[in-house]
């Protein structure tokens, strides 16, 4: 199955493993890549040597493309663009959209720059600039997120632009590949589907927290780090609804310095990226303050294995999926059925003349 995405970033498959901070390390971006899928690091969760290191790590593990989650108002944004430079990395991905200026600059090395957006407008903005793809997420998809859901986002930005667009928020198999592609769609862009396989480094016992977990245990709050954050409902979400934001900020404040103090950040860069993060997304003071907070709250979830101590960002299809199969296993059953759907095999209707 071969669709501009494949022709653009040089896969076998027309799937995307997403930049999940946290998650997205060398071990499953390594074991997307070897399945033909285009795995991508999050770099946000990670100083810039780190990214270095995980960067070589990921190339001695295969010789297959992969790209690297970046953010575009980070503070040293121009340093890990730099770098990607250097390792000729293939793909940039950006979970808000680059300047112009950077995305030229990433095109005349050769590397595919791929933008997040969740409007057309956005999506219209980024393709003038000279982004070679966008990938949609619709309000389904988990992390941050809109409120437009994928079937109607998706064909709103298929018709107004002419790149490639990839499709993300709802997918989990092969239906969902066909059924992006039948939108127009180059491909699919998952994260809780690729979160939840045997290559994912998420402790197992988190993981069942996934596995349990129905399409109505999701919830989109805002209360947690000042965006609009789909996540597992837990007692610290509801708590973060119930408190007010003045007895949050003291938490996110211990948070934001033991984030500081994990990642080696001066307070300069952190302020810096803060005072970034403010102008981009348009947020008060107080709300900065409080996405500050949120990496040290993911990671006592996903990393250190605490759960109700902390954010499991998760979409709607959680309460979809019940096993824990590899990265391989996973993308070649989902093309393999996408395929089979598309030539109307098993399908509930035929065509008549």
């Not at 033909?36 to 295969?62: C, F, H, N, W, Y």
């Not at 939108?183 to 349990?212: K, N």
Request: net charge neutral; charged share 20%; glycine share 10%.
């Amino acid at each position: 199955m071969r669709t501009p995405l494949c022709d653009l970033t040089g896969v076998r498959h027309p799937v995307v493993q997403t930049g999940m901070g946290w998650v997205a390390g060398p071990s499953l971006v390594s074991a997307t890549a070897r399945a033909g899928g285009l795995g991508i690091l999050a770099s946000a969760t990670m100083t810039l040597p780190q990214l270095a290191d995980a960067v070589r790590e990921v190339k001695e593990r295969t010789d297959n493309p992969f790209g690297v989650n970046l953010r575009a108002d980070a503070s040293d944004a121009e340093e890990r663009v730099d770098l990607l430079i250097r390792e000729q990395v293939r793909v940039a991905s950006f979970a808000l959209a680059p300047s112009q200026r950077l995305i030229g600059k990433l095109k005349d090395s050769g590397i595919v720059v791929i933008p997040s957006i969740g409007a057309r407008r956005h999506a219209e903005k980024v393709a003038a600039w000279g982004a070679d793809a966008v990938l949609v997420q619709g309000g389904e998809g988990g992390g941050h997120t809109g409120s437009v859901a994928t079937t109607l986002l998706l064909p709103q930005v298929v018709d107004a632009v002419d790149i490639p667009v990839i499709a993300a928020g709802g997918f989990f198999d092969g239906r969902g590949l066909a059924a992006a592609l039948c939108y127009g769609a180059a491909g699919v862009a998952m994260g809780t589907r690729f979160l939840l396989t045997s290559d994912s480094r998420v402790p197992r016992e988190v993981q069942q927290s996934y596995l349990d977990a129905s399409v109505s245990d999701t919830v989109v709050t805002s209360q947690v780090d000042g965006l609009p954050h789909r996540m597992l409902r837990t007692a610290l979400t509801d708590a973060a609804e119930s408190r007010g934001l003045l007895r949050r900020l003291p938490d996110a404040l211990r948070q934001a310095v033991a984030f500081k103090a994990l990642t080696g950040m001066s307070w300069r860069q952190l302020v810096t990226d803060g005072l970034a993060m403010r102008r981009a997304q348009k947020l008060p003071l107080s709300r900065v303050l409080l996405a500050a907070n949120t990496p040290m709250l993911i990671k006592s979830a996903l990393v250190d294995g605490h759960p109700s101590a902390g954010v499991l960002p998760a979409g709607q299809v959680v309460g979809m999926i019940d096993e824990l199969p590899s990265c391989e296993e996973l993308i070649d059953r989902i093309v393999t059925e996408a395929a089979r759907r598309l030539s109307g095999a098993g399908g509930a209707w035929s065509l008549s003349t």
